[in-house]
Each structure stands twice: as C-alpha cells, then as structure tokens.
C-alpha cells in the first residue's frame, strides 16, 4: 500500500493499518481523519487496510497546527478528569471542551468531587496528569450502541453523562477510555494516540459553575487550563497571562473609574461611568466622522418588537435560545432585539426603491440583548446588553464588490487610528452544508463567497478561509487585531445576506422597469462597542492616547497661592477644548503627581513661584517625565495637534 502526505510517498506493508503507516513516518503526527476517499469511496482509516496499488491521499494533523492544538487541548481536558477520578474516586464528570476563542483559558472541566477542591487542590491534580502522561497511556475509542453507553454510565451512577447520552444519541456512538486509568466519556473525539503527546500544559484556576447554565441545576466545580504543544509556548503564554492580569480591564475600569457592573441591576448589563462615557463618546465620534464621509444615514429603531417579526427574519427558529423570552402586551407577544437587521430592512421598505436610490447605508449604534448564560459572562467581553456599530447596506448586485472593498477599507483606516497595525481577516464560509441550518441556495451561496473573496484580493489582503464558520443566512468577512501583548481579538465583520432579502421580498425597480431583489451587506467595525471598549482599556493598559483620555491635563499648583494661576491655567485649556482637573487641594505636590499617575492622565502641569511668575507651565508627561517649562500657548499647541491627529 501507498501512502501519501502532502508531496511524500511512503510504500508501506499491507496489510497495515494506516495509524502504523504514519509512525513509519519520519512526522510528528498527532492524528489523521478518520475518513478519505479512495476511488471515491469512504473508508475508515483506522480499519485494516487490504494490499491495494492505490495511492491514499490523508492530511495529517500535526501539533503546529490550529486543529492540533485544538485535539491537544481536548486530549488535557480528559487527562485533567482522569487525574480527578485517581485522585477523589466517586466524581462525576460534567463537560470538558476546549477552549480555542478564549484568550484566558485552553479548556476546562465540569466535575462534581466528594468534596468541594479548593486552588490548593491544583498543584496535586497537576502533578497527577504529569505522572499520567510521561505513562503513556493510550486514548482509545469503542463505538457501541445507545444502550449499552447508558449502561456503562448509570453502572458508574454518572446521572449527567445519561443525560446527555439521552439527549444526543440515536444510534451507536462513540466512548473514549485512557487506558490505565479509571477513565471513561462519551465523546465525538479525536484525541491524540495517547498522554505522551502532552508535553505542555497548566492547570489555571477553579470556579463555580451549573450544570448547563441553569441556576437551578446541579452545582459543580469548572477547573480551567491551558495546553500546548511545547514548553516554550507555554512559558511564552504565561508570561503574557502575568501582563494581560496587570490590563486587566475589570480590574482598571474600577481603578479608573470607567464602569460598573452590579448585581442589583442585572449580570452582564453595563452602567457607563461619566469618564467611561467621555471615552465612548470619542470612540462613536470618530466612526460618525468616518461613515459622514463614506454616504451613510443615521438611524434609530426600537429596543423591542412583535414576535412575528423574528418569525420573518428566521432568528426564532434559529437564533431563539439567545434570545430572551417573549413578553405579552394586550394579546400580542413581543421579544427583546438580539440583532438590528429587521428594523434596518424596515426602513428600506418604507418606500419604493428605484436602482438610481441605491446603495441605501444605514448606520445605528443600536443596543441588542442576549439571553448569555451567567457562566459565559465576563466584564465587557462578554454581555447581556450591548450596543453594536450596526451598518446595513442595500445595493445592486453591480454594487457588491465596491461596497465590500470600502467597508475593508473603513475597517483598517479606524483600527490603523487605533494603533492596531496586526489586522488578520478570514473568510467564512459555508463548507459542508449538510444538517448546519444554512438557508439558501448552493447558487446563491457560490456567488456570495465570490463577491467576498474577490474584494479582498482586490485590496491586496491575504486571508484565511474557514469551512463551515459562516452565518446561516451567508458568508462573512471577520476582522481580527492582535493588541499590545499580542492576543488576537475578534470585533467586526462583514457579512453578505442573501436570505433576508428574500424573507422579507425586498425590492427596487430596475433600468428595465422590472422588479429586482437587492443584496443585504451587514458591517460592524467594533463588534460591540462594550467589548472593543474592554479591549482597548486593555491593549492600551488603561493609559488611553490624549484625544481618548478621560482627563487629557492635570493641572498640579504646589502652593495654594497658586490657585488663583492654576484656576485661570485650567480654564484657558478648557476654552481650547481639552478636559481638564485642577487638583487645588492642600496635598503635597508629590502626592498630587503620583494620584494624576495613578489615573494615567497623559499630561501635568505643575506650577508653582517660577512658573507664576514668568507666565510659563513646567510640563510632565506621564511616561517621559519631566518636559521642562513652556509657555501656555505653546503648550496647547503642542497637544492640540496631538489631539487633532489623534497620535498614539
């Protein structure tokens, strides 16, 4: 038998299974697929294969690659539950998915331990997996019928593994033992050959969680960790986990005192401070500059609308569990908006639309709602309410790819403005569509994809295509930024919709008098705007550049005899158009300083007898120190221009 890895052809024995194949390969392969097509049949590629003069054709997956580490992390998830159950026999297992979106985490697993495990716990279960995976103890798979899995884990008294068996399987399915350890999960899989492919991985932190979300279900411990294929990534992460904690935004929203979240108002529902609101309101200034620019109109729409609405749109049937639950008002049921698209569309059929009124470029900051599990929340990132840099453009089909290109040109003009210089973009697209809720033709999807591919090879951006990661009613641009510390963030999107047009029988009237369907373009820059705020606070340390400071100047009077001189300094700055604290209270100058630092206000003046005297400011900056003495006015021209060019 031929076996083939990318340009490599290796002559093995037959019979031999295709796993032995590939360890006659001089290839550190994590795993390969467990089907290819020989002659254009499907085969099982762990099965033992007959002697055959065909060439198989496999990819391998191997540990620098997305999908390996993705298999490394799932593979340490079950190592960390096999540790558990050595360590406190009568655990019951939860969940354990890898984490692959997440920057905090690798994955985690959901357990309920005889005893409740504590942060002191970690280091022993850490020290258990590290023992299990130099044994290495081979993952093995059985696929076995429904029946015979809900006996295996009711004999084991795993209620919430019957459960899921219940809910998820029809017929046979898979199972997942590490051989050598009182380990067993149901599982789809795959996971690496076996524990010595775990070279590198930590145990992070433990937390409380519910099983499925639900408050009112079983009470469990979620412990998190992260995995990679080597110690020096892992190192390389932890270092840049140690940073991240010192930006973290939670942590200086309150130390700087941008933005709360309370209990008694609801998790995941942001209260905006007056300085969190200064920043957003430069932020929204900057995209409104921008989209006046490019032609587009400004729009409001309601926060709530009839059910039939989301029934139209599709949203109900696909998109209803993060929805929130409809409310009734005089017989009718009404939902919260868990997106902006039916309104945008709303207005479009307002009034007959000819070819010569299009493209149409509504923009709203609107807010949406949803429904996101308490165990998903997390500070800005992660919400229940937020509000998003919404665009939908209605436009000719000649009109696509011009529209595309200008919303990737907006896309890095405003992040370039941000100082995010690493932008990556990936096209998604539909893949195998069997069984994934995809609405559409396969027509209409080709054409959608192409407009999208051809508008950024246009612009001369390199992309990454992802199978089966676009939106069900079409593909989508995403847009992502590596921040200060190098983490990749997710915001904006661009996304070609060919459905809701059709759902809701838009059209205009062509040059041929004919009635035409337009295509639907929905663009967000930021994603949410809570959640570009969290990560610029972030990316930024909390020491935002001065056109988006909360507090641009500090003015610092040693002595209260210069009050008077820091009062009419302060004003002549407001005047100008910056915003100013004057810090007059009877402290020493040092502590003044150090609380201006503390706020990570960009600029102090401190005056004092000279600088009273000559009419001058000595100026400090809050990372270059002490600037020397200028005179006002050449001061704020100094940081006019600054705020003008909105400098990094």
Known sequence: MQ??????????????????????????????????????????????????????????????????????????????????????????LGVGPALMEDPRYGFYYDVIAPRNLTEDDLPVIEKKMKQMAKGDLKYRRDVISKGEILDI?????????????SDKV?????????????????????????????????????????????????????????????????????KQREEAEKRDHRKLGRELDLFSISDDYGQGLILWHPKGGIIRNEMERLLKEELEKRGYSFVFTPH??????????????????????????????????????????????????????????????????????????????????????????????DQVHAEVADCLDFAIKVFDTYGFDKVKFELSVRGDAENKGYLGSDEDWANAEEQLASALTERGISYERIEGEAA???????????????????????QLDFNLPERFELEYTGDDNLKHRPFMIHRALFGSIERFFGVLIEHYAGAFPLWLAPVQVAVL??????????????????????????????????????????QKVPYMLVLGDQELENKTVAVRHRKEGDLGAISLNDFIEKVTAEKQNRSI
Not at 153 to 165: D, M, S, T, V
């Open 304 to 397: 709530i609308a009839k059910r039939n609405l989301w029934v139209t749109s599709g949203h109900e049937g696909n998109y209803s569990d993060s929805m929130y639950a409809p409310t009734s008002i005089e017989d009718e049921e009404y939902r919260l908006k868990p997106m902006n698209c039916p309104f945008h569309i709303g207005i479009y059929k307002s009034s007959p639309r000819s070819y010569r009124d299009l493209p149409q470029r509504y923009s709203e900051m609107g807010t949406v709602y949803r429904a996101e599990l308490s165990g998903t929340l997390h500070g800005l990132m992660r919400v229940r309410g937020f509000s998003v840099d919404d665009a939908h453009l209605f436009v000719r089909p």
């Open 153 to 165: 884990f009711k004999g084991r008294e795993e209620p919430l593994k019957c459960e899921l068996i």
């Open 472 to 494: 069900f009613y079409g593909p989508k641009i995403d847009i992502k930024i590596e921040d200060a510390i190098g983490r990749v963030w997710q915001l904006g999107t661009i």
């Open 557 to 598: 009077p040693i002595t209260d005899r210069i009050n008077e001189y820091a009062d009419s300094v302060a004003q002549t700055l407001r005047d100008t158009g910056f915003r100013v604290e004057c810090n007059t209270r009877t402290d020493k100058i040092g502590a003044k300083i150090r609380d201006a630092q503390l």
């Open 170 to 238: 029809e017929g046979d399915a898979s199972v997942y033992y590490i051989d050598g350890s009182p380990f067993i999960d149901f599982c789809l899989g795959p996971h690496v050959q076996h524990t010595g492919k775990l070279k590198a991985f930590k145990l992070l932190a433990i937390s409380g969680a519910y099983w499925k979300g639900d408050a009112e279900r079983d009470q469990m411990q979620r412990i998190y960790g992260t995995a990679f294929a080597t110690q020096e990534e892992l190192d390389a992460w932890l």
């Open 3 to 92: 076996v083939k890895l990318g340009e490599h052809i290796q002559d093995i024995p037959a019979p031999a299974t295709v796993i032995d194949a590939l360890k006659a390969l001089d290839r550190d392969v994590l795993k390969v697929s467990l089907a290819a097509k020989v002659n254009g049949a499907e085969v099982d590629l762990n099965r033992e294969l007959a002697e055959t003069d065909e060439i198989l054709s496999i990819e391998p997956i191997t540990a620098d690659s997305a999908e390996g580490l993705e298999l490394i992390r799932h593979s340490t998830a079950h190592l960390l539950a096999a540790a558990i159950l050595d360590l406190f026999p009568g655990t019951k």
